[in-house]
């Protein structure tokens, strides 16, 4: 049988310690597994492992490469294969540090869940032993605002996970966010309506669970001996529910990401932008830092006319905007290698198709408390093509000048 693996990843300490610490009350025979990456500037990273009643070992990993998140991953499997051997787990909990995005330790787990050496069972083989049955982000829904708009770099704040790491809080934040199926909620007095719809609509298909405060952190009430035992509520169910990795990482594609749709209420408000006409590179690179800090996230695909075959991401957070090529168009592509595409991204394609252009366009999404709209829509309108550019045609559009080339590192 496969030990069940569960992730909680997020930059909210707090309430990352108060999933886990919920984990292990509710599920008999859970253990949870956390490397610290801040110990890294001495060479090392620090594992510990512990149950409800305290820790249970502690160990340290020497660095890779210079580059604590490298360690964890070498270290994190053997020490998962060594607790399914054990046999005496039900649960691992994986509780990322700070800065661990849960997609990367994610499909770690998983690659070494289906791997195998000479065969199925033979000397080495990890197949079948590991199983993802969990992936949750942890937050605090007070602090959502605050950490989409820091534009600090992590190296910064020292959470930077290696030398070479150049994420900000706000895009690294955004990523565990969005990611993550399930997303443990704390019950922080400090929140309100905006704060809570802003989380539902940054990430609307998302299944949230209600967390309770710690008891040194909650309203004064029971606790102690005298206290009710947690009961198995709907976090030790999401943990065990299954997880597929795959579906997960077709879902952050940018050629056919699960985005927000319209939506406002309490104050915030998602603008959902889609046009089947291309961008002039140089009104769009000049309009920029405006739309960039129009909105707390901005996310989606768009379409430049001097690069009409490349599909390009559009990922914003925290004032800082990173763009770069996806790949092509499937328009671009010719019949015969749409076959070697994964399903989920024909589907996509098919829902955007147009008679002329294809599955070419701007499908941009911002999602913001007090989005100026009006304002938004106007100026993404005054960077697509004029009537007569659009009327010159793909020949001419690739000859306007590439403003884009430096940001794309061409």
């Given at each position: 049988m496969s030990l069940a693996v569960a992730i909680v990843g997020g930059l909210h300490a707090e309430a990352r310690r108060a999933t886990v610490d919920r984990l292990l009350a509710e599920v008999p025979g859970s253990v949870v597994l956390h490397h610290d990456l801040a110990t890294a500037a001495a060479g090392t990273v620090v594992r510990t492992i512990r149950d409800a009643t305290g820790i249970l070992s502690a160990g340290e990993a020497p660095l890779v490469n210079d580059c604590a998140c490298c360690a964890l991953r070498e270290d994190l499997v053997p020490e998962l294969l060594r607790l399914a051997d054990d046999g005496t787990t039900r649960l691992a909990v994986v509780e990322l540090w700070d800065s661990v995005e849960p997609k990367a330790m994610a499909e770690v787990v998983a690659e070494a869940a289906g791997a195998t050496g000479s065969g199925s069972g033979a000397p080495g083989s990890t197949r079948g032993r590991l199983a993802v049955t969990g992936v949750i982000t942890a937050?605090?829904?007070a602090l959502l605002l605050p950490y989409l708009g820091n534009g600090d770099d992590l190296a910064e704040r020292g959470l930077a996970a290696a030398a070479t790491d150049q994420r900000t809080v706000a895009d690294t934040f955004a990523r565990q966010l969005e990611y993550a199926p399930v997303l443990a909620v704390l019950d922080?007095?400090?929140?309100?309506?905006?704060d809570r719809e802003l989380l539902a609509q940054l990430h609307p298909t998302a299944r949230q669970v209600a967390v309770p405060l710690p008891p040194a952190a909650a309203d004064p009430g029971p606790t102690g001996r005298g206290a009710a035992p947690f009961r198995r509520s709907a976090l030790a169910d999401a943990a065990l529910a299954g997880f597929d990795v795959e579906a997960a990482a077709a879902a952050q594609h940018p050629a056919c990401a699960l985005l927000p749709?319209?939506?406002?209420?309490h104050g915030v408000t998602t603008l959902v932008w889609h046009r089947r006409r291309p961008f002039h590179p140089e009104r769009l690179y000049a309009a920029l830092e405006d739309l960039t800090?129009?909105?707390?996230?901005?996310?989606?695909?768009?379409?430049?006319?001097?690069?009409?075959?490349?599909?390009?991401?559009?990922?914003?957070?925290?004032?800082?905007?990173?763009?770069e090529s996806a790949g092509p168009w499937l328009a671009s592509l010719p019949d015969a290698a749409w076959e070697l595409l994964p399903p989920v991204r024909r589907a996509a394609a098919a829902l955007d198709w147009h008679p002329e252009h294809g599955d070419c366009c701007q499908h941009l999404v911002f999602t913001s408390p007090g989005l100026d709209r009006d304002g938004l829509e106007s100026l993404l309108e005054s960077c697509l093509l004029t009537?007569?550019?659009?009327?010159?045609?793909?020949a001419a559009w690739k000859r306007l000048p590439p403003a884009f080339d430096t940001l794309l590192e061409v």
């Open positions: 937050l605090d829904p922080s007095p400090e929140a309100d309506d905006e749709a319209e939506a406002d209420a800090c129009a909105a707390a996230r901005s996310r989606g695909r768009f379409w430049l006319a001097d690069k009409p075959d490349t599909l390009l991401h559009w990922d914003a957070a925290g004032g800082a905007l990173c763009v009537d007569v550019e659009y009327a010159a045609g793909r």
